[in-house]
Structures are given as structure tokens and as C-alpha cells.
């Protein structure tokens, strides 16, 4: 398999390695959710090339997960928002924060922490079935793959 | 940042990204999770050129993902299996395909399901709160970053 294939693959894994697999993508969108949203924003907080930055966010915008919002018209400045594509990304990066910080703890404690604004908690996120409503434990799980529709 | 420096930092994400960051990587988690255990099986069901394969797998291992167990002692054979730091990332795994198969649907349908064996029905993960048990929808997360111990 060749990495230009890999958006028409019907795996959701690959295809979501296609868009956001480069490796500054996820520290983006991190910033985004920590509240960034200008480009200079993401710059400073990032340490990232100007160049690298204006491709990074472009793809981001062609995919649907920012969109371009004007905050100024004279001279004009546009700053980048999450989408609700975007914004349900939040899965992704709560999992791998928590498998970080329960595998791979820094020793300086955890560097970010979610909270569940409803009950006012820090927490953790516990997946559960959406059929039975309990929670699902890691050895519960059996993935398989399903015949494809021709 | 320098991508060397990612492995200090103390951002779980970035840390994620240090040993999971690169392309192959979570399609070879993929094929772990949907039962593939030795060198042939990965190099077939994935395409990647035996090099490549091999220096991912030893990244795994080292870093406590993949263990190797012998399964032949003549001539001696050795397969990869999960531990119970790699089983975990099934919650990773689970996000991307559900966001994926939500947001950026292939027409041959989903590739992949999940399977609750203990009630028996395919799901999709819903995030819970671990404080107050309830689902958890995107707009009800406030990420916020930590003061670091020093």
C-alpha cells in the first residue's frame, strides 16, 4: 500500500492517518481545544514554521474540521474555529491523554486534565456500550471486519 | 520544538506521537487487534516492506506496546502479542474508527465493528464521566492545562 492510496482505503483508521497523521496535526488541534485560534496563536504555543503552520491549517480547513472565521474586516484577520467534525474529535485526543497519563505518566503530573462542565469534575473518560449502557472493559472487546458493500 | 524532543515533554499527546506518531504504526496496531500475531501475517495483511515492518515491531516492543513469545523452538519462532499497555489503546483505536465511520463515511460501508462480547452486540464507544457516571457529549468538555510539578 502506497500513503497516496491510503484516503481511499475503507478503513477509518488509514483514512483518519490521511488527514490528520502528520505529526503536528494533533498538537494543532490540541491548541485548538486548549483555546487557540488565531494563527499567531498557534505559533507561539507550537514553535512551529510559519510555512508548516499556513499547510497544516489549510488541510484542516479542506477537510472540514476548522473553518475560517473573519474577526476583523479593515485590515482583514481570520481566525481558525473547530467545526462540529472537529469539535467531536475531542474522543480522540481525551483517549490518548488518558492512556498516556496511565502509561506513561510525566513525572511532573499530568499536563492537561478534561472537565466534565455539567457535574463541575475533573474525570476521566470511561467508555460504555451503546447497546447495554455498562462500561467496557479493554478484554471485552472483540474487533472485526465487516464484508464490504460492492 | 524539535521532533527529538518530543519524548520529553510533559504532554501525553506528544508523547503518544513520539512512539505511535508515525504512519505504519497504528495500521499495525490494527492488524494486532483483528488477531495478527507473527511477522508474516503483518507483512501480508499490511504490504510494508520487511525493513520498515521490522524496526516498527522492535519500537513496540521497546517501548512495551508488543511483547514476543516464543511459539516454535526449532527453528526458534517468535510472534508479537499485545500487553496489557497495547491492549489498552483499544480505546484510541475505538475513537478514531467511530469518528471516522460518523464523520467520514466510505459508500462500501463501515470496515470495522466492535464487538461487546459481554452483551453481545456490535456498539460504538460513548464516553462516560468516571465522577459522575453520565454520558459525556463534546460541548460538556472543558480542556484546561495543569501547572507542572517542579
Given at each position: 500500500m502506497k500513503w497516496n492510496e491510503l484516503r481511499t482505503e475503507p478503513c477509518p483508521i488509514a483514512?483518519?492517518?490521511?488527514?490528520?497523521g502528520d505529526r503536528w496535526t494533533l498538537?494543532?488541534?490540541?491548541?485548538?481545544?486548549l483555546g487557540a485560534r488565531r494563527f499567531e496563536a498557534f505559533r507561539e504555543r507550537l514553535d512551529i514554521s510559519p510555512t508548516i503552520l499556513t499547510r497544516r491549517l489549510g488541510s484542516l480547513c479542506e477537510h472540514d474540521i476548522f473553518e475560517r472565521m473573519t474577526?476583523?474586516?479593515?485590515?482583514?484577520?481570520?481566525e481558525y474555529r473547530l467545526t462540529r467534525k472537529g469539535v467531536d474529535l475531542y474522543g480522540v485526543l481525551m483517549s490518548i491523554t488518558h492512556w498516556g497519563n496511565k502509561h506513561d505518566p510525566d513525572d511532573r503530573g499530568p499536563?492537561?486534565?478534561?472537565?466534565?462542565?455539567?457535574?463541575?469534575?475533573?474525570?476521566?473518560?470511561?467508555?460504555?456500550?451503546?447497546?447495554?449502557?455498562?462500561?467496557?472493559?479493554?478484554?471485552?472487546?472483540?474487533?472485526?471486519?465487516?464484508?464490504?458493500?460492492?
Open positions: 483514512r483518519f492517518l490521511s488527514v490528520l498538537l494543532i488541534l490540541r491548541e485548538a481545544f474577526y476583523q474586516e479593515r485590515p482583514p484577520r481570520q499536563s492537561m486534565r478534561f472537565k466534565h462542565t455539567k457535574c463541575a469534575h475533573d474525570f476521566v473518560p470511561e467508555i460504555h456500550c451503546s447497546e447495554c449502557g455498562e462500561a467496557v472493559p479493554p478484554l471485552e472487546v472483540r474487533v472485526h471486519r465487516m464484508e464490504l458493500r460492492t
